[in-house]
């Protein structure tokens, strides 16, 4: 087990994260609950799939609090009355490079509720296509996609998703891993495949900055070519010394999507801030 991990009290692993996961997984929550609405009335069979699973349960680092994982919380909200209504995933899909993360993941999920899971191991990469293989044509499903560093979300996963029926996605974008290392020359190859051109569309002899803007635009551009809504509200999760960890960003087949994801307050209680 290396250092994201220990070992929980049920025998399965648990991951150790920042307290910025508990935004991640607040907008994951309200976003599943808010779009109950749009679930219902559109009918059919709607899907969660996480392709970047983890072990389904996380400690805080530095303190005792223990977490569900991303995948725990999205079903467990739509599993929730919210307006008298509740609209459950009817299948979920999970998957992670670690198998013993999707065995965590998997168990846990069937301790908490009785939704159908089916399980991949392997990179995300590969099982997209596994899983998209199995999505019914109707329903509304969303993409949970939650990566520790961008070359983990090659460009090739969002359009395997966008080539589906519809899939929303809200995505963890790693914006500390953009800034650290999109500096360094070296290391451009590794951003090829996630953002596909944007050496040609960059002007990479600009400040570091806005190379870092630039890069952000062309992925966010690629998003739309494949037919999505990607909401201008990009929420910004900070560290305590106010330096960027992760964007959150919300890409729609349906303009709905974006109308939804404006009005979740941040977990300080904030409308629609964006970046
Ligand atoms: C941030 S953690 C996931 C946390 C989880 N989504 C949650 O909200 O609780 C990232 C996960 O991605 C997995 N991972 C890393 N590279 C991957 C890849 N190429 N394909 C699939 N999973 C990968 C890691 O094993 C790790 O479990």
Partial sequence: MDDHYEPDEDGYPREI???????????????????????????????????????????IRETQSLVPGGTLTAVDA????????????????????????VTACKARLFATSN??????????????????????????HLAYLDPYSLPQLPFSV???????????L????????????LERRDLWPRFDAVAPGWQDSCDTNRGKSMVRHQFFAHWTKLLQDLGYHVSDR????????????????LASKHKLGDNIWRTLNDRSGQKGLSL
């Fill in 17 to 59: 994260v920042g307290p910025w996961v508990l935004d991640k997984h607040h907008f994951l929550r309200h976003y599943v609950t808010a779009s109950q609405g749009a679930r219902g009335r559109m009918g059919g069979s709607h899907c969660l799939i996480d392709l970047y699973c983890g072990p389904g349960k996380a400690r």
């Fill in 78 to 101: 739509a599993a929730r009355s919210h307006r008298g209504n509740a609209v459950p995933f009817s299948r979920v899909f999970i998957a992670d490079l670690l198998e013993d993360n």
């Fill in 115 to 140: 939704t159908h899971v089916t399980s991949f191991v392997g990179a995300a990469e590969t099982n997209v296509h596994k899983v998209v293989a199995n999505l019914p044509r109707r329903g509304i």
């Fill in 158 to 168: 969002l359009k395997a998703l966008a080539d589906a029926p519809r899939v929303d």
């Fill in 170 to 181: 809200l995505i963890h974008f790693a914006a500390s891993d953009m800034a650290r290392n």
């Fill in 234 to 249: 990009i929420v910004s999760v900070k560290n305590t010394r106010r330096r960027e960890i992760y964007r959150l960003v």
